[in-house]
């Protein structure tokens, strides 16, 4: 089975351009979620999606945006890139399991590394 | 809010055993997960624990302690390739789904 695809996998941008992500989950799974990881912060939950629908959001302004497909693909936006916004992009896919068994567990793509100059 | 706390880094030799450990406060609790994560790598889901106690998964273990908001991972035998990041990690509480807050990470570095 393929696991979780993220393009591009590095990519370069000035300050004020924008940038979209793209993720592709494993077959099967409809929740995508993506974290931000970066030296300072660590790794942080920016949103999750499921059958289309935004289901949590962590706490990023609003210039970082997502949206999923019918498909379960996904994909996330950034606006306005600031240079605090260079860090790896990291998208899981995960089955939907109820609250009880849900253990937490993530399937994580290998990121897209993102610089802004 | 949650927060979850992991020492920075520790410094082992092959063949021995490192323990890690993670304290956390969070507004109620389902469970403790652990990743692993190389540099360069994606982060790969370890173990699980909702209950307290010891979980074995070949060379590692996982250990729970709710009274005391508590937990540790155990990785025994260490081998070089078990030099990587490794990471606990809560789920939110108040929402269905996957919002996960992670501690900072503990860096292993496993000498010969």
Same mark, same amino acid.
């Given at each position: 089975?393929?696991?979780?695809?993220?393009?591009?996998r590095?990519? @370069?941008?000035?300050?004020g351009?924008?940038?979209?992500?793209?993720?592709?989950? @494993?077959?099967?799974?409809?929740s995508?979620?993506?974290?931000?990881?970066?030296?300072?912060?660590?790794?942080q939950?920016?949103?999750?999606?499921?059958?289309?629908?935004?289901?949590?959001?962590?706490?990023?302004?609003?210039?970082?945006?997502?949206?999923?497909?019918?498909?379960?693909?996904s994909?996330m936006?950034v606006?306005?890139?600031?240079?605090?916004?260079?860090?790896?992009?990291?998208?899981?896919?995960?089955?939907?399991r109820?609250? @009880?068994a849900?253990?937490?567990?993530?399937?994580f793509?290998?990121g897209?590394r993102?610089?802004?100059? | 809010g949650?927060s979850?706390?992991?020492?920075?880094?520790?410094?082992?030799v092959?063949g021995?055993?490192?323990?890690?450990?993670?304290?956390?406060?969070?507004?109620?609790f389902?469970?403790?997960?652990?990743?692993?994560q190389? =540099?360069?790598?994606?982060?790969?889901?370890?173990s699980?624990?909702?209950? =307290?106690?010891?979980?074995?998964?070949?060379?590692?273990?996982?250990?729970?302690?709710?009274? =005391?908001?508590?937990?540790?991972?155990?990785?025994?035998?260490?081998?070089?390739? =078990?030099?990587?990041s490794?990471?606990?990690?809560?789920?939110e509480?108040?929402?269905?789904?996957?919002?996960?807050?992670?501690?900072?990470?503990?860096?292993?570095?496993?000498?010969p």
């Open positions: 089975k393929a696991g979780v695809t993220q393009t591009p590095y990519l @370069i941008k000035t300050r351009q924008q940038v979209t992500l793209s993720c592709s989950p @494993i077959s099967g799974h409809r995508v979620s993506w974290y931000q990881q970066t030296p300072g912060q660590g790794l939950f920016l949103f999750e999606y499921f059958s289309e629908t935004q289901r949590n959001k962590g706490n990023f302004p609003g210039r970082f945006s997502g949206r999923q497909f019918s498909n379960s693909r994909e936006n606006s306005t890139l600031e240079l605090g916004d260079s860090a790896l992009y990291l998208c899981a896919s995960s089955l939907n109820g609250l @009880i849900n253990t937490g567990e993530l399937f793509g290998e897209s993102l610089t802004v100059l | 949650q979850l706390e992991q020492p920075s880094e520790v410094t082992a092959e021995a055993i490192v323990q890690m450990n993670c304290t956390y406060q969070t507004s109620g389902y469970g403790l997960s652990w990743y692993q190389h =540099d360069g790598g994606a982060p790969t889901f370890l699980y624990n909702a209950l =307290d106690g010891l979980e074995e998964t070949g060379r590692f273990s996982s250990f729970l302690s709710r009274s =005391d908001s508590y937990g540790y991972l155990l990785l025994q035998e260490l081998q070089m390739k =078990d030099s990587a490794y990471f606990c990690a809560v789920r509480v108040r929402a269905a789904g996957n919002k996960l807050t992670f501690g900072g990470g503990t860096r292993v570095l496993v000498k």
